[in-house]
């Protein structure tokens, strides 16, 4: 077992410990053990794994940042949602939203947001829908 710290830019916190932890990177899964090798790697958006003794558990998260060094990892993220904390009809909401902005945004900018948007809504809607 580790000690997870996840932190928001807003304030969200959250402390535990798990056996391991499977992120979503820029080249892929990543699973990371107790007592694995110092590493910092950037998170994508997507859902992260809690694992516990018998028990796992889906995060939705926003882009970030993850460091592990002496057992204790850390997770910096834009958000974070666990599962029973998504509102499934807003997620819904929120992705057809991003789905009508990509049909009519004109910018590459624009695009790009409605993209990172929808993405997201997507994760929240999978993430949600996976609730035990």
Avoid: C, W
């Avoid at 794994?49 to 592990?68: D, H, M, P, Y």
């Avoid at 029973?84 to 695009?111: F, N």
Wanted: proline fraction near 2%; charged fraction near 35%.
């Amino acid at each position: 077992m580790f000690e997870l710290n996840m932190l928001t830019i807003d304030g969200k916190k959250y402390n535990g410990e798990v056996s391991r932890i499977s992120l979503p990177t820029s080249d892929g899964i990543r699973t990371i053990l107790a007592n694995h090798m110092d590493i910092v790697v950037p998170i994508e958006i997507g859902k992260i794994r809690l694992i516990r003794e018998n028990e796992t558990e889906e995060v939705a998260v926003s882009e970030g940042i993850f460091k592990f060094s002496d057992n204790i990892a850390h997770l910096f993220v834009r958000t974070y949602e666990f599962a029973d904390e998504i509102d499934e009809e807003r997620a819904q909401r929120a992705k057809d939203r991003a789905e009508q902005r990509l049909e009519t945004e004109e910018t590459s900018r624009e695009m790009a947001e409605a993209e990172f948007a929808l993405k997201r809504a997507i994760t929240r809607i999978s993430t949600s829908k996976n609730r035990k």
